[in-house]
Structure formats: structure tokens, C-alpha cells
């Protein structure tokens, strides 16, 4: 085992030598395969990808959704997505960044949906979360809620909702909630 070892640091001293700069990193199954992903990407007109931490980092980004119908209309939501170097055997942690009074979003900025879920399965990919995203502005499911009030507001009166939901991305209060303004 010791020569092992041995073996392996020779070949670093070699690779640092024969170059000047010590190796490359070798990618991990899962950065590959988010690397194919992020590649082939069919993004919407209204969603935007970005990389804060440069793109060395692609394991950590950020989806801007903008929803061009439905209550949501005119709002700006941010994203973050966590990948795991297990990508894609387990599904990315995302979490929106921006307030939204939401029936499957809650207020720390949890997102209900069944493919980060229970769901989840390695033929899916990035592209299927951002439209499993999109989905959630554009049909806002009461029935599998992580915000119960605004769930029961939308069940029960939708125009109250509609009102609560502009309310909320002008920037104003929602019962005792604040929402910063997303327009």
C-alpha cells in the first residue's frame, strides 16, 4: 500500500514538472453529466441562467424565471440550484431566492415539486426542473401545498389570490407578511 502511495505522488511530481502546473482535476460522473446538460439546454424566452460563482462552478447556479401569463405575469423569481457530485442519482437542491406568496413555494423559499421529490429519477435533467418551475407559475397546484393560507385562498377564492399575488410582487403586506417588490 505504502508503494502505492509512492507511486502516486512520482506521478504528481511528473505532471507538475512536465508542465509547471500541477494537474487538472478530473471531473466527477456528475459534473459531466451537468455539464451535458447545462450544454443542451432549451431554455424559454423568459428564463435566464447564470453562474455567481464564475463558470469553474457549475455545480452552484442560478435560474431567473420571468412568467409571460397566469397570476404571476410581470414577476422576476430567482432561483438557486445545489448539484450533487451524485448528479444525477439524486435530484439538485433548488430553493427560490426571491419572497412569493405561492401555494408551493413556502416563505424560507422551498419549492414543491414532485420530480425534487419522490419523483425524481436519473433520465430527468436540468431542463425538466426549469419547465417543472414554469409550471408552478402557471398552473399554482392548492392541492400539494407547502403554503397552506395561500392554498386555501387560491382553493377557495382566486380572485382574492390574484389580488394577494400582486399585492405581494408590487412589494406590500400579505396578512402579516412582507413581500419585497419582484417587478
Known amino acids: 500500500m505504502i508503494k502505492l502511495f509512492k507511486v502516486k505522488e512520482k506521478q504528481r511530481e511528473d505532471a507538475v514538472n512536465a508542465n509547471g502546473r500541477p494537474p487538472v482535476k478530473k471531473q466527477s460522473a456528475g459534473e459531466l453529466r451537468l455539464h451535458k446538460d447545462i450544454t443542451e439546454l432549451n431554455l424559454p424566452k423568459t428564463t435566464i441562467i447564470s453562474f455567481p460563482n464564475g463558470k469553474d462552478d457549475l455545480m452552484n447556479f442560478e435560474v431567473t424565471i420571468r412568467p409571460d401569463e397566469g397570476f404571476y405575469l410581470g414577476g422576476a423569481f430567482i432561483f438557486t440550484f445545489s448539484v450533487s457530485p451524485v448528479y444525477p442519482h439524486e435530484a439538485p437542491k433548488v430553493k427560490c431566492k426571491t419572497k412569493v406568496y405561492h401555494p408551493n413555494i413556502d416563505l424560507e423559499g422551498n419549492v414543491c415539486l414532485n420530480i425534487l421529490r419522490e419523483d425524481w429519477k436519473p433520465v430527468l435533467n436540468i431542463n425538466t426542473i426549469i419547465y417543472g418551475l414554469h409550471h408552478l407559475f402557471t398552473q399554482p397546484n392548492h392541492e ?40
Open 144 to 183: 400539494d401545498p407547502l403554503n397552506h393560507d395561500a392554498a386555501g385562498v387560491l382553493r377557495d377564492n382566486p380572485k382574492m389570490f390574484e389580488s394577494n399575488v400582486r399585492r405581494a410582487m408590487s412589494g406590500g403586506y400579505v396578512g402579516q407578511t412582507f413581500f419585497p417588490r419582484c417587478m
